[in-house]
């Protein structure tokens, strides 16, 4: 049930390059993001089914249910990019970016980041996660993705940070959660890592899966007193899986 649940496996953390926008972009950015113009009924219909496509694994009918909407309309294409980009289709990125003039932006940056993680280019993905954290700084799926992708830099305290809010943020969602308890058994932290478990209700496979992946984990070599261990000098990548096809808001 979890699996259908999006939980579509991809390597990495997150998202391509572009810098934070400055207060006054920001600002106008979410003042256009709140007068978009929604979907007419039919069309929301549509892409209701297409993301119950999706649920149930059937991402080539979910895209092509979408065929069907005008692609100038920016959720519509953000839809369609979310499913490419889990195809592992390069036509994503591009669809990505045409959301980063509309209503859509913090999703177009999102997105973005999502592929250069794929790519391993993740001081892009920071940059393209933190501009997205600024837009909508209420995202916990962009939290998520943020903390991530500050593991794979080797910045652990502000994973930490990010994964926390990512919990707090959307409890309902487990992936944040057992990224946390990963991170917190990677850097040796039982005691917060057995609280985590008890105030969550979290059953002992949940735990013993996150130890797992602890040992599996291979950060950049770090400062003792940063990465929390002994053995924090090993080299090489982590593999990480984000969400893959969100519901629209």
Known sequence: MRMRLCWIALIAAALAACSSQPAGQRAAAVNTAASCSRLDNDQELVVNVSQELVQDGRLHAALA???SLPENLPAVRLHKARILRVLGDRRAEGMYRSLLDTCLVAAGHHGLGQIAAADGRYQEAFEQLRTAAHLTP???LVRNDLGLVL???GRLSEARFELITAVELNDANPQPLENLLTLLIYQDRWQEAGELVKKKGLPPEHF?????RARKLRLP???QDEAGRS???RKGVIQYRLQAVETMP
Do not use: I, V
């Open 65 to 67: 249910n979408l065929e």
């Open 138 to 140: 209420a995202d916990g």
């Open 151 to 153: 593991m794979h830099l």
């Open 221 to 223: 070599a770090l400062p």
């Open 231 to 233: 053995d924090a000098s």
């Open 208 to 212: 013993q899966l996150a130890e797992e």
